[in-house]
Structures are given as structure tokens and as C-alpha cells.
């Protein structure tokens, strides 16, 4: 039995309709329910699961949380998706989404929540066929309106809403917070020197330039995963806003604890680095690490989790996978390299003298070598990793939560993982059903292996001043908008020529 009809076979035992899950419903998520739903044959159907109401555009958050008047963009409605209740999910056949939370997930289920305790619904089991698993990281505390880092807390840090549902109402609420907090503070320290914390000092000092702000970054260059001209350029547009820039030195977090003002005081907290600089702050913007959204994952099969970095272990057809035991690998002395040499024996009438071997001991050919050890630059022999197949074929990980190869973590990659993983479902449904697909794909071909693009990223630098690189090229441009044009992206998620008061839905 193929994989496609043991999952079929598990699913039309509860429902007649064959279930494609898509956990999550951010960039990535809607790109993959939406290649699906195109895609899918008859007698299949889409199941968009996200625990908020509205398609939430993280990239403008922080813009958003400075300004006001436009935080109600942020929340774009799913579009060609129907809401479908926890209750009615299992008897709808036609593509729809639902609000909740997920609880588990297994090789062919997951199980639901509603988001808000003490709701009448109880939690739900769906069978699945395929799953395509969206579902991101933890966002860092200023942006994270779920309130998922529990760690280090301290009166400079920006308020949490106690009872956060996923709704478009409560998330307008939690950015307008974030804009008073921002508003009251005097002095603003911004932790991190990625894109985040670069464009939310870069907001502050445009928005309100009678503010001191400071942004510490523990490393020597801004935004370290890309050209050193984009630190360069980055570092001149935060000088310009009159951003102070402490680079290579870290927050000492102990230091949040010790109340450096009298109750009451309109001192500023004072802060330290780990160096002793000592730092002037009313409000504490911690833009650090993101922690991969993989819990389900890890509680499924803790093989398929890396523990280091908490991300998925996939293969380039974005399929879960469980990587093989690790070997210790084998480190060869020199004396043990000479003595192998010599005991070499080869079938040619005239000896090669030994200073001929070592000569060319640096390009020995791997059939030179014990078999299935080839020689990596090190020299250090290495087993390769050449098994395709997985447990878990009919499991896909996009995005933020995925170990894929070195990709930049970003919506732009989220998206093209998202599009290869829902292609090669539509292929292994074909395969297993000997029909068409949408797409034009051949049925004998294997299926697609993704691989990472050049890195690509876009900064703003205060209102209307940004930096970019595409394609190693980097620039800058003044062309900026207060709402970071915004409806380009309601556009792509379908509503073009949409107005400013239809962006309240």
C-alpha cells in the first residue's frame, strides 16, 4: 500500500472527503492553502488552521506599534477561505479555515482548541492525509502579541494583554498599547541589531526625535547575515536619526532586576552592559531571537527536532524527516595516514615510491578510500547523509520552523518552501490517483527539491528612507510611506483596490 493510500485509507474512515491540513496561516501557510486549493482534485479538500482571526502582517508591527492611525492595516481577512467552527469541521468537504489552537499532532491527526478558556467547544480530533506545517517561530517581545517569551520581565518592558484571543479587535488594542508606551518614555533602549530593532529605533527617532534612542547589538556589524554594506548603510541612516549605536556588547539582564529609581521617581532606569556601560532607559525593547514554533514537532517524535536549534529536520522536498544516528567521525593522525599509505598494494608491475603518494595525497580518489567514507577538506572522513526517504512523507515543515539549508528566515522564503511543499503533495496525490494535477506537473517525474536563493532584505531607516539588497546588489531609497504600502500586500492576499475604511474588516 502506497503512502497516499494508507493516508487516504485513514482518513475516509471518518470522513469521505481527503484532508490536506495547512498548520498556520501566516506567508508561507496561505501560500501553500491557496497552491492546494487550486490544485487539489475532487474529493479532497483544505483545512487552514490558525489560532488568529485575520492574517496578521508581522513586518509592519513595529512600524505600527510608533505610529498610530494604521494599526487596524496589519490584520488582513482571509480571503476564499470560509470561517468553519471546531464543532462543524469534520462534516465540511469544501475548502474553509478555522480559528483555533492546536493541541497535538501525530502521523494523521491533529488535535484542536478553541483559543480562549472556558469556551463551550471541547478539543477535536482531524484525521489528515497531508499536513503542511506553517507555523513559524515565537515572535520577540515587542511584536509578540500572544505573550510567549515568559522569561526575564521588568517594569521598562511594554505591557501584555492577559486575555489574547487572536481577534482583529484585540490585536488593534495591543498595538495602540504599545504606541502609548512608546509615546510616554522619555529614553527608549532597543536590544538587537537585526531588521527589527533596527526599524523600530529607526521609527522612534523619526516619530518623536525629542527621545533618546539607543540600540545595543552584541555584535561588531548590523544585520551580520548580509553585506557588509548593508551594515554600513544602515549604520549611517540610525546616525542621521541621531540613534545612539552601541555595538559588540550585551544587556547584563540582571541589571533589569535592581530599581535604580525611588517609586514614584521620573528618573530614568538605569540598565548595564556586561563591559559596565551603564545605559539610561524608561521603556526596554528586547528585539532578540526568535524561538522556532516546533513544540508539536518535538512532542510527536523528539528525532525529528534539532536540539541545539530547536529547528525541524527536513529534506529538500520540505518532507520531515529524522535525521540518521550521528557518527563520531574518524580523525586520522599522520602516522596512521604513512602507515595506511605504505600498506597499500596495487596491481602494476613498477612500485610507486611512497614520496610519489604523498605528493598526490590531498586529490586521493574516493575509490581509494574504504568504501562509502569520502574525504571532505578537512580530511576528516565523513559518512554521507544519502537516504532520501523519510517517516514522515506525508508531514511538510515551511518556514521559520524548518533547518532549510541555510535559508534566511524571512516571509520571502516562507513563501517559495511553501509553494515547493504544496507542489510535491499534489504530486504524491497524483501519483497514488493517476490524475492531472493544475499545476502541469509530470506524473512519472520525482518531486521537487527546494533550494535557498541569494539573501534578500529590506530595512527601513524612519519614515521614508530604506536600504535593500536583492541579487548582491545593495542600495538605498527615500520613496517610503507611513503605512509601508500596506495595500500591496491586502492586494496579494486578494483584496486589490481595497479602501482605508474597508482595511476595518
Not at 53 to 77: D, Q
Not at 138 to 145: A, E, G, V, Y
Not at 439 to 466: F, H, Q, R, W
Request: with cysteine; aromatic share 6%.
Amino acid at each position: 500500500m502506497s503512502v497516499a493510500t494508507k493516508a487516504s485509507y485513514l482518513s475516509s474512515t471518518t470522513c469521505p472527503t481527503r484532508t490536506v491540513v495547512v498548520l498556520g496561516g501566516s506567508y508561507g501557510g496561505s501560500r501553500a492553502a491557496q497552491v492546494l486549493a487550486e490544485g487539489l482534485p475532487q474529493g479532497w479538500r483544505v483545512v487552514l488552521v490558525d489560532r488568529n482571526s485575520h492574517r496578521n502582517h508581522f513586518y509592519n508591527f513595529s512600524r505600527y506599534a510608533v505610529l498610530p492611525g494604521h494599526e487596524h492595516k496589519a490584520f488582513i481577512p482571509y480571503k476564499n477561505f470560509p470561517s468553519c467552527s471546531l464543532s462543524d469541521i469534520s462534516s465540511c468537504s469544501s475548502h474553509v479555515r478555522v480559528q483555533a489552537t492546536i493541541i497535538s499532532i501525530d502521523s494523521h491527526r491533529i488535535t484542536l482548541s478553541p483559543n480562549l478558556p472556558g469556551s463551550q467547544q471541547s478539543h477535536l480530533d482531524l484525521d489528515f492525509d497531508y499536513a503542511i506545517y506553517a507555523l513559524g517561530s515565537h515572535l520577540p517581545q515587542p511584536i509578540d502579541l500572544w505573550n510567549h517569551q515568559k522569561g526575564v520581565k521588568s517594569s521598562l518592558e511594554l505591557p501584555t494583554i492577559s486575555m489574547y484571543g487572536g481577534t482583529k479587535s484585540e490585536g488593534i488594542s495591543s498595538l495602540r498599547e504599545r504606541q502609548k508606551s512608546i509615546e510616554a518614555a522619555k529614553s527608549v533602549l532597543v536590544v538587537g541589531g537585526g531588521a527589527l530593532g533596527i526599524q523600530f529605533a529607526s521609527d522612534i527617532a523619526a516619530v518623536y526625535p525629542q527621545k533618546h534612542v539607543t540600540l545595543l547589538h552584541s555584535r561588531r556589524r548590523l544585520l551580520p547575515k548580509f553585506d557588509d554594506a548593508m551594515h554600513e548603510e544602515t549604520l549611517q541612516g540610525l546616525q542621521e536619526l541621531n540613534v545612539q549605536v552601541i555595538l559588540g556588547e550585551r544587556l547584563d539582564f540582571e541589571s533589569l532586576q535592581h530599581k535604580s529609581a525611588m517609586p514614584g521617581s521620573s528618573e530614568p532606569r538605569v540598565v548595564r552592559t556586561l563591559f559596565g556601560r551603564e545605559i539610561s532607559a524608561d521603556l526596554l525593547l528586547l528585539c532578540t531571537g526568535q524561538t522556532p514554533n516546533t513544540g508539536l514537532l518535538r512532542n510527536m517524535d523528539p528525532r525529528t527536532v534539532s536540539p541545539d536549534t530547536g529547528l525541524a529536520h527536513v529534506l529538500r522536498t520540505m518532507q520531515l524527516c529524522v535525521p540518521p544516528p550521528s557518527i563520531e567521525p574518524l580523525e586520522f593522525q599522520t602516522d596512521d595516514i604513512l602507515q595506511w599509505l605504505m600498506n597499500l598494494t596495487f596491481d602494476t608491475e613498477e612500485g610507486i615510491e611512497l614520496p610519489e603518494l604523498l605528493a598526490s595525497s590531498l586529490s586521493i580518489a574516493h575509490a581509494d578510500i574504504p568504501s562509502g567514507s569520502p574525504v571532505s577538506s578537512t580530511g576528516t572522513l565523513i559518512e554521507p547523509y544519502s537516504s532520501q526517504k523519510t517517516l514522515y512523507p506525508n508531514i511538510f515543515v515551511v518556514g521559520d520552523a524548518a533547518d532549510a539549508f541555510d535559508a534566511i528566515k524571512a516571509g520571502h522564503t516562507s513563501y517559495y518552501q511553501a509553494e515547493v511543499a504544496a507542489r510535491n503533495i499534489l504530486r504524491l496525490i497524483s501519483r497514488d490517483e493517476k490524475v492531472g494535477i493544475t499545476d502541469g506537473g509530470n506524473l512519472d517525474s520525482g518531486l521537487e527539491e527546494y533550494a535557498p536563493g541569494p539573501p534578500a532584505i529590506k530595512v527601513t531607516l524612519g519614515m521614508t528612507k530604506s536600504v535593500y539588497e536583492v541579487d548582491g546588489v545593495v542600495d538605498t531609497k527615500n520613496d517610503g510611506v507611513e503605512d509601508l504600502g500596506v495595500a500591496v500586500m491586502w492586494a496579494a492576499c486578494g483584496m486589490r483596490d481595497v479602501s482605508e475604511e474597508e482595511m476595518f474588516a
